[in-house]
């Protein structure tokens, strides 16, 4: 079969598991994205490859994968296009503090205990493989630490916190979150490649494209959407727009980041009101219903139960999703509170926060290429990655009678929206 002819017959198999595990999600309180994982997983050689060997090898060679990987990394960046359109600067300008307060917190306590218990875990070579011991350590402690913005953004969107102080609270902490691991993540991988400028340029390089977005591009853009509403709203914005993205995600590739934050920010800069609506309009629902679920599938596939063949492994995952549960939400709901936030919302930034999802799996795929996992240590962060996912949306609902309607409320614009 063709290349493309394949791809085609992918997609459909995938979508179609992907919406039957999503519809039965929802009777559970799990958010399409939780479903997607587990249907990833679900395609994969740990059930259908399991069951159905040789109709997994046909229709998932490894010859057929690049079109899949390359479809859903434009999904990826169009969903946090969309995401940094929908972002609230203006309520994470007021309270940055607190959001780094959390996202700091919640990286130190799982980067140290997930270190702690990566030392304990014996033999070495059956988890971190020949890959140097102090930097595989620290990778499964910066895996342990981190949060899943897209995935949390998600939730947010999904929960009705879209706008609201504590969406913006976790969304603002979960920025912060995957800054910071991305920089350690190309500390770590500068040291292995014996590059030691790697990190600088990752470091200085985002916050050169940082100043360019948000101070530069952003009131540039203001300025042309409101002298220009007609050819920014027409058939000829949107291919700027979409040129602008590819340019966005380019250089934060290039730089040592992920493609996800060059597309954020340049969705964080575009003039809100009728221009920002207009293109979620058009640009969202293609990007969940069609190429988002293509990533979560792409990376299940990478994922075998089968490695963990016996109870000595399976009590070491389980060891790795109690601590990465409790370091990393105990720690984001002290700090909120901490910093003020009634009992019950620090609770529930603990359990938002908690969500690790996709850009865990990129980490972990960075890690397993690299040398600094083996297969079986993927396969247990993989996860807990989907176990600690599945569990933040129920956990929030449980907390949802108890907060505040302050909580709840999206704030009101201020003239107009940043």
């Not at 988890?127 to 620290?138: E, K, T």
């Not at 200085?204 to 100043?211: D, E, Q, T, W």
Request: hydrophobic fraction near 60%; include cysteine.
């Amino acid at each position: 079969m063709e290349l493309s002819a394949r791809f085609f017959l992918q997609l459909a198999v995938v979508l179609a598991a992907c919406r039957a595990l999503t519809w039965a999600g929802k009777r559970a309180l799990q958010p399409a994205v939780v479903c997607e994982m587990i249907a990833g997983i679900l395609l994969g050689p740990s059930l259908f490859g399991l069951l159905f060997p040789a109709a997994h090898a046909w229709l998932f060679p490894k010859a057929g994968m690049p079109p899949l990987f390359i479809a859903s990394q434009i999904g990826l960046a169009l969903y946090m296009f969309v995401v940094g359109l929908e972002f609230r600067v203006d309520l994470l300008a007021a309270g940055w503090r607190g959001a780094a307060a959390v996202s700091l917190s919640g990286i130190a306590a799982p980067m140290v205990l997930g270190a702690a218990l990566g030392a304990s875990l014996t033999p070495a070579a059956a988890y971190f493989g020949d890959a140097p011991r102090a930097q595989a350590l620290l990778f499964t402690g910066a895996a342990m630490s981190i949060t899943a913005f897209p995935v949390l953004a998600r939730i947010v969107m999904e929960r009705g916190l879209t706008g609201t102080p504590l969406g913006t609270l976790v969304l603002g902490a979960g920025a912060f979150d995957d800054a910071a691991a991305w920089t350690l993540l190309a500390a770590l991988l500068a040291g292995f490649d014996s590059q030691p400028g790697r990190a600088a340029y990752a470091v200085f390089g985002g916050l050169a494209y940082a100043g360019l977005i948000l101070f530069v591009l952003r009131p540039a853009a203001k300025k042309y959407v409101d002298r220009n509403p007609r050819v920014a709203l027409g058939p000829g914005g949107l291919p700027l727009v979409f040129i602008a993205l590819a340019l966005a995600s380019w250089y934060a590739d290039a730089i040592g980041l992920h493609a996800v934050f060059g597309a954020f920010l340049l969705g964080v800069a575009m003039p809100r009101g009728t221009f920002a609506d207009a293109l979620r309009a058009k640009i969202e629902p293609v990007t969940t219903a069609l190429l988002v679920p293509l990533f979560f599938v792409y990376s299940g596939l990478n994922t075998r139960l089968g490695l963990l063949s016996s109870p000595g492994m399976w009590a070491a995952a389980g060891a790795i999703l109690l601590v990465a549960t409790a370091a990393k939400g105990a720690a984001c709901a002290l700090a909120a509170r901490a910093m003020g936030r009634p009992a019950a919302e620090s609770a529930a930034v603990g359990a938002l926060m908690n969500a690790r999802g996709l850009m865990e799996l990129i980490l972990l795929n960075i890690g397993l290429e690299r040398g600094l996992i083996t297969p079986v240590f993927f396969t247990m962060m993989v996860l807990m990655a989907v176990a600690t996912t599945m569990a933040a949306s129920p956990a929030f609902e449980w907390l949802r009678p108890r907060l505040g309607k302050e909580a709840l409320t999206p704030a009101a614009p201020a003239g107009a929206r940043a």
